[in-house]
């Protein structure tokens, strides 16, 4: 097909595409009345398999976001057609797509049919289209990237919130970019300012800009140019998922993307789970480079630990003023028995037990079983590691179906008789056991899910670390947890240093040396300081890892020990780090979220739900003018994102929808009485303009496309396709060994 063929048949496309498209019936008078399009709920993505595009669709993933892929390096995708991108429904004109997510501005080549056919839809039903990452040149509405510009590392710069805002209203201003590596390049960018003099009727406004360097000028990185009918979001550095700079601004490219109507939601949480109250925890043996008390020490040493660590009422007095102070609150996961056995030792009182009770509003409270023994298999400690103990026949010989009920039981008495206000669903198990622990104990105690049933638990805390899916055990749903890498057995900075050292040098080092041929950690370059390490590294490590969990959208809570929250209280600096940059990185109007354990199991349970009728293409969501409607299957809730004055229509009147949170709403939301589907009304001033283009200007948006070359390939540097090496656990997937101490109480 010659070029004139193509772009005749472009603009043909393009005029069936315009909002004057007459309905079935309609008489030819009537034809020149516009006809509102229905605009269905779900982003088109066409991904190149480069980090910026799959940044995106994670996102709209872990937000529930619907979208279609169209994989760019797959021979037998589909090819982007008019047909592809629109029909009708019923007579009115039906946009399949309410955004475009390209991995620049345009991946398809010169001339290309695909390209054009995109620019008409867009501009047909004023469709944004992002590109995920492009450089800077005139086609995008910006200078090239000199005089003044710049091309290279932003590694360590501290970018910024426009005055303009846009979408990323929620922020405070600043976007530092991550440097988490003297010698890997983690982020490359084209910084340029606009264009002086843009094209009639084109602007391009920056969201986000940086400044460059030599100059006085600052350059764009996120910014929307506006041309020929049609808004691209125009973002000229690359990023990953897992990169902080991304997952800063990944809420508002979702949100401009979408109008701020969507599917889906997006929020960030943290909770905090102070396990082993009213216990003492064993502590850490710099000279055994062990834990005498616990199953990690070789055999014929001595167990004892005549000094174990625990919380003094000083120390609860702390945690009370610090609470307040911070406006957080933890959760305490208690063992009653703990504080009974401690009486015993001491003349019948416990002062850390008056104090904590006196304050007992300042927290929430959670059954973490009476004395905290080990509710698996019976534990063979004759050997380092454990194994299971089992009969002469070969069977493994569990805890009891009686013993686990009565440890449940006998901590709610205990609650209920110091007042303690507990909710009987919530349990925690001492060291997550029952549960099975790789490798030595591969399934669940069978004891386990009966004695939940007899006591009433549905929510139950897991070990994210071992079994990060929620997963049924009977009558519960698990609550999967991060450990925090600060501990279990250190009250003092110094002895959290020496085992962090332990774990993590080379044996040439002094170290066990396991971090040298292990799969999921690295080594430390040396050993830290014992005096200076904890402040120097582990804290700022630690707290950027769970800041970036806080940042995902992902509910599941942290876990550290009493142990920490005494002596030289070293959880605090972690806590302060991730709450004060959280602070200094978002609006008021986009607080933390806090949730109870209960809370975290229904919106994990909900979210799998959800995932799963999205993915079996079981949700039917379209907008038309002002009213969204959403069809799912019975009993399932809708996640969804909407303008403030959103209102859910009902049979006779509207009620409330969602509850505020980055200048939107958002929230889970059911049929009302005798519907079927959720119609929810955007407020009259919450409703974006309705598109206006005509044959002629699409025709001509679709020209311009197909005159416009394909952007070039662009750098990416390694540090932006995969996470960054951030020291001793330092990805995702290194999690699991890097909080194996940590996650063993």
Not at 661 to 678: F, H, K
């Amino acid at each position: 097909m010659g070029r004139t063929t193509r772009l005749a048949t472009a603009c043909t496309a393009a005029a069936m595409l315009t909002l004057t498209w007459p309905a079935a019936g309609v008489s030819t008078a009537a034809t020149a009345a516009a006809v509102t399009p229905r605009i269905d709920l779900r982003v088109l993505v066409v991904d190149d398999g480069g980090p910026a595009t799959q940044a995106i669709t994670a996102e709209l993933d872990s937000s529930g976001t619907p979208y279609t892929t169209v994989d760019l390096n797959s021979a037998g995708r589909p090819q982007i057609t008019a047909a592809y991108l629109s029909d009708t429904v019923g007579g009115r004109p039906r946009a399949k797509f309410q955004a475009v997510v390209l991995p620049n501005d345009n991946p398809f080549g010169a001339g290309s049919a695909e390209m054009a056919a995109l620019a008409a839809y867009e501009t047909a039903f004023g469709i944004p289209q992002v590109d995920a990452y492009t450089y800077a040149r005139p086609e995008v509405g910006l200078n090239y990237a000199q005089d003044p510009g710049y091309i290279g590392s932003l590694d360590g710069v501290t970018a910024a919130v426009t005055a303009t805002a846009g979408p990323f209203g929620y922020l405070k201003g600043n976007v530092p970019f991550e440097d988490n590596s003297p010698t890997v390049g983690e982020s490359y960018a084209f910084l340029a300012t606009p264009l002086a003099t843009q094209a009639a009727g084109s602007t391009f406004t920056s969201y986000v800009d940086a400044p460059i360097p030599g100059s006085t000028a600052r350059g764009s990185l996120v910014g929307q140019y506006s041309h020929d009918g049609r808004r691209e979001l125009v973002v000229t550095f690359v990023y990953n998922q897992y990169q902080q700079q991304f997952r800063l601004l990944a809420r508002g490219m979702v949100e401009w993307m979408t109008q701020g109507v969507h599917l889906g939601a997006d929020r960030n949480y943290f909770a905090l789970h102070m396990d082993d109250v009213f216990l003492g925890d064993d502590r850490w043996n710099p000279t055994l480079n062990c834990t005498p008390g616990d199953v990690d020490c070789a055999v014929g040493t001595d167990q004892s630990d005549p000094d174990p660590i625990r919380m003094t009422p000083a120390d609860a007095v702390y945690l009370k003023q610090w609470s307040a102070a911070n406006g957080f609150t933890p959760d305490l996961m208690y063992n009653g028995g703990g504080s009974e056995d401690y009486k015993a030792e001491h003349g019948g009182t416990d002062p850390l037990a008056t104090q904590l009770i006196a304050d007992k509003s300042a927290y929430r409270w959670v059954n973490h079983t009476y004395t905290h023994p080990f509710l698996g298999c019976v534990q063979d400690v004759s050997v380092v590691p454990w194994k299971c103990s089992t009969t002469t026949a070969g069977a493994t010989v569990w805890t009891s179906q009686a013993d686990i009920t009565a440890q449940i039981r006998d901590n709610t008495t205990w609650a209920t008789q110091h007042g303690l206000t507990v909710n009987k669903q919530e349990l925690l198990t001492g060291e997550h056991s029952g549960l099975k622990i790789l490798p030595q104990q591969p399934v669940d105690n069978p004891n386990l899910a009966p004695s939940l049933t007899a006591t009433g638990v549905t929510v139950l805390g897991s070990d994210n670390s071992r079994d990060p899916l929620q997963r049924k055990v009977g009558p519960a749903l698990t609550v999967p947890r991060f450990p925090m890498n600060v501990f279990y057995n250190a009250g003092k900075a110094a002895e959290e240093v020496d085992e962090y050292n332990w774990i993590y040098t080379r044996a040439a080092d002094g170290g066990s040396g396991i971090c040298e041929n292990s799969a999921t950690s690295t080594c430390l370059d040396a050993p830290l300081d014992t005096a200076t390490g904890y402040a120097s590294y582990i804290v700022p490590l630690e707290a950027r890892t769970d800041l970036a969990h806080v940042l995902s959208n992902n509910p599941r809570p942290h876990y550290v020990h009493q142990s920490n929250f005494a002596e030289d209280r070293i959880a605090y600096p972690v806590m302060e780090r991730i709450l004060g940059d959280y602070k200094n990185l978002y609006a008021a109007n986009t607080p933390i979220v806090n949730l109870k354990m209960a809370e975290i199991s229904a919106e994990l349970a909900k979210r799998a739900a959800w995932d799963a009728a999205v993915k079996a293409n079981k949700v039917t969501a379209y907008r038309i003018g002002d009213t969204v409607t959403v069809t799912a299957p019975s009993g399932l809730q809708t996640t969804a994102t909407m303008p403030v004055g959103t209102r859910q229509a009902q049979l006779i009147g509207t009620t409330a929808f969602g509850a505020g949170y980055a200048g939107q709403l958002s929230g889970w939301v059911a049929p009302g009485a005798l519907q079927s589907s959720v119609t929810l009304k955007l407020a009259a001033t919450a409703t974006p303009a309705a598109a206006t283009a005509t044959p002629a200007k699409a025709a001509q948006s679709a020209q311009t496309a197909k005159a416009t070359d394909s952007a070039q390939a662009l750098p990416v540097p390694t540090g932006a396709t995969d996470p960054v090496p951030y020291g001793p656990g330092d990805t995702a997937k290194r999690k699991q060994h890097r909080n194996t101490r940590s996650a063993r109480r």
